[in-house]
């Protein structure tokens, strides 16, 4: 699948590609994996004990505030601000094996 216009933001610093991390974790296989979970990246202590899960009810706030979803989170992203945006970049998260 091709990846949603708001999904420019995203790759600046997360890699589609499994096991290839950048300034942010790969997005292979992001969808229903636990956050802070992906071997071979250094998460915020915060990301790692928060306990989520990405799904769609998690990811539709994270993507719109990630500030307030995961506080003390690493990622310097202010959010999707366009909710079809959001849905769009959940359904091509869903795509990444």
């Not at 202590?45 to 998690?58: A, N, R």
């Not at 990630?66 to 999707?80: E, S």
Request: hydrophobic share 35%.
């Amino acid at each position: 699948a091709d990846a949603p216009a708001g999904f420019t933001l995203c790759k600046a610093c997360h890699s589609v590609e499994a096991g290839k991390n950048g300034v942010g974790p790969s997005l292979a296989g992001v969808y229903g994996r636990k956050a802070g979970t992906i071997s071979g990246f250094k998460f915020s202590d915060p990301h790692i004990k928060s306990g989520l899960t990405w799904d769609e009810p998690t990811l539709t706030k994270y993507l719109a505030d990630p500030k307030t979803v995961i506080p003390g989170n690493k990622m310097v992203f202010a959010g999707l601000k366009n909710p079809d945006d959001v849905k769009a970049v959940i359904e091509y998260l869903k795509t990444l094996k």
